[in-house]
C-alpha cells in the first residue's frame, strides 16, 4: 500500500533535517511504517535522486544535492520540505514506484517535474498519480515584471499564469496551476491538487513569504512524505 502525508506546522523539524524524532513520531501517529526515511539538500534545481537499491540509501548526515527522489523499494519513506513552493509526491500503484518532488518556481521551470516523471518511467511506471500539497496561492504571490517576462521568453502561453490587476499595478503568479501543467504535460493520468495556501494559513502551515513579510527570522518547513509498505 502506498501512503502519502503532507505535514504542517504540527510536525516541526530542525533545519539541517537531520534531528528527526518529532517527524518520526508524528509518522508513527499516522500508521507509516518504513525501515529507511531519506530526505534531500534541496537547491531549486532539476536533479532527481534515484533508489532502486539498498546499497543506494544514504545517511542523515549525507544528504544529496537534489529536488526530488524517486523510488522502487519497499519500506523506504521519502521526504521534501517546503515552505511555499509545491511539494509534489507521485506514485503508480502497479509498478510500486513513488516519488516525492521540490518544485519552486526555478526548479519548475528548469525541469525537475519531467525529470522525476521520466526517470519513473525509466523503471516501469505507466500509470503515474500525484498529489501537490499546500503551497503559495495566486492571489498571495506577487511578483515583478522581470518574472513576467522571464515567464513570457519561455512561452507566450504561460501569460494564463498571471494575473494583472491594473488599477494596483500589481503582477500575482500562479505557481500551483503552472506545476499542475507540467504534470499534465508529461502524461500523469491524475492530479489531485488541494489548492491550499501556506501564505494565508497561519496557524497551519509554514510559509517563507509571511515570514520574510513579518519580518520574522526564522521559518519552518512543512514536510511531504509517501512510502510504499507493498
Same mark, same amino acid.
Given at each position: 500500500?502506498?501512503?502519502?502525508?503532507?505535514?504542517?506546522?504540527?510536525?516541526?523539524?530542525?533545519?539541517?533535517?537531520?534531528?528527526?524524532? /518529532?517527524?518520526?513520531?508524528?509518522?508513527?501517529?499516522?500508521?507509516?511504517?518504513?525501515?529507511?526515511?531519506?530526505?534531500?539538500?534541496?537547491?531549486?534545481?532539476?536533479?532527481?535522486?534515484?533508489?532502486?537499491?539498498?546499497?543506494?540509501?544514504?545517511?542523515?548526515?549525507?544528504?544529496?544535492?537534489?529536488?526530488?527522489?524517486?523510488?522502487?523499494?519497499?519500506?523506504?519513506?521519502?521526504?521534501?520540505?517546503? !515552505?511555499?513552493?509545491?511539494?509534489?509526491?507521485?506514485?503508480?500503484?502497479?509498478?510500486?514506484?513513488?516519488?516525492?518532488?521540490? !518544485?519552486?518556481?526555478?526548479?519548475?521551470?528548469?525541469?525537475?517535474?519531467?525529470?522525476?516523471?521520466?526517470?519513473?518511467?525509466?523503471?516501469?511506471?505507466k500509470i503515474i498519480k !500525484?498529489?501537490?500539497?499546500?503551497?503559495?496561492?495566486?492571489?498571495?504571490?506577487?511578483? !515583478?515584471?522581470?518574472?513576467?517576462?522571464?515567464?513570457?521568453?519561455?512561452?507566450?502561453?504561460?501569460?494564463?499564469?498571471?494575473?494583472? /490587476?491594473?488599477?494596483?499595478?500589481?503582477?500575482?503568479?500562479?505557481?500551483?496551476?503552472?506545476?499542475?501543467?507540467?504534470?499534465?504535460?508529461?502524461?500523469?493520468?491524475?492530479?489531485?491538487?488541494?489548492?491550499?495556501?501556506?501564505?494565508?494559513?497561519?496557524?497551519?502551515?509554514?510559509?517563507?513569504?509571511?515570514?520574510?513579510?513579518?519580518?520574522?527570522? /526564522?521559518?519552518?518547513?512543512?514536510?511531504?512524505?509517501?512510502?510504499?509498505?507493498?
Amino acid at each position: 500500500m502506498i501512503k502519502t502525508h503532507f505535514f504542517g506546522k504540527e510536525c516541526i523539524i530542525d533545519k539541517s533535517l537531520q534531528e528527526r524524532r /518529532n517527524l518520526k513520531q508524528h509518522l508513527q501517529k499516522i500508521s507509516f511504517e518504513y525501515d529507511n526515511l531519506l530526505m534531500l539538500n534541496q537547491v531549486h534545481g532539476k536533479d532527481v535522486v534515484l533508489i532502486d537499491h539498498v546499497d543506494k540509501i544514504y545517511g542523515d548526515q549525507d544528504l544529496p544535492k537534489a529536488d526530488g527522489i524517486v523510488c522502487n523499494l519497499k519500506n523506504v519513506a521519502i521526504a521534501i520540505v517546503t !515552505a511555499d513552493c509545491s511539494p509534489i509526491l507521485m506514485w503508480d500503484d502497479e509498478r510500486q514506484i513513488i516519488a516525492a518532488v521540490h !518544485a519552486g518556481w526555478r526548479g519548475a521551470k528548469a525541469g525537475v517535474i519531467g525529470e522525476a516523471v521520466k526517470l519513473m518511467r525509466r523503471m516501469g511506471a505507466k500509470i503515474i498519480k !500525484a498529489k501537490i500539497g499546500p503551497m503559495i496561492q495566486q492571489y498571495s504571490y506577487e511578483v !515583478a515584471q522581470d518574472f513576467y517576462d522571464e515567464f513570457m521568453q519561455e512561452d507566450q502561453r504561460n501569460k494564463k499564469f498571471f494575473f494583472d /490587476n491594473k488599477q494596483l499595478q500589481r503582477l500575482f503568479f500562479d505557481l500551483s496551476a503552472y506545476v499542475e501543467e507540467k504534470l499534465n504535460d508529461s502524461d500523469v493520468v491524475s492530479v489531485n491538487n488541494c489548492q491550499t495556501d501556506t501564505y494565508s494559513s497561519l496557524s497551519s502551515f509554514f510559509s517563507y513569504r509571511r515570514s520574510t513579510h513579518l519580518g520574522e527570522t /526564522n521559518c519552518g518547513r512543512n514536510i511531504s512524505v509517501i512510502v510504499n509498505n507493498n
